[in-house]
């Protein structure tokens, strides 16, 4: 199947920056959208970021003009730059792709989540 791996979360002061890396790997025929979620203690898991092979992206409003996502189709990796964190975006931060392999078709798969904590 396909296992999707995070790195780069921790601990940072508000106003800091973190890059989140999430690499694909497995038996991946094709990835269509690859993206980043969270989740908050006592909140739904949200849509952070998403972008798709050729580039196109989508963003929340909470996190426009501060988070980048970018991918290298090549390496199967997506990463978000996160930039002037503030505490509210304190979260489980989970990684997300639209696979498709040969055995199961077209799956969404996810990562098993990097804890982002930003300090006041």
């Known amino acids: 199947q396909v296992q999707l791996v995070e790195s780069g979360g921790g601990l940072v002061q508000a106003g800091g920056s973190l890059r989140l890396s999430c690499a694909a790997s497995?038996?991946?025929?094709?990835?269509?959208?690859m993206g980043w979620y969270r989740q908050a203690p006592g909140k739904q898991r949200e849509l952070v970021a998403a972008?798709?092979?050729?580039?196109?992206?989508n963003y929340a409003d909470s996190v426009k003009g501060r988070f980048t996502i970018s991918r290298d189709n090549a390496k199967n990796t997506v990463y978000l730059q996160m930039n002037s964190l503030k505490p509210e975006d304190t979260a489980v931060y989970y990684c997300?792709?639209?696979?498709?392999?040969?055995?199961?078709?077209?799956?969404?798969?996810w990562g098993q989540g990097t804890q982002v904590t930003v300090s006041s």
């Open positions: 972008i798709t092979s050729g580039g196109s992206t």
């Open positions: 997300n792709a639209a696979a498709y392999t040969v055995v199961a078709g077209p799956l969404d798969y």
């Open positions: 497995g038996s991946i025929f094709s990835i269509n959208a």
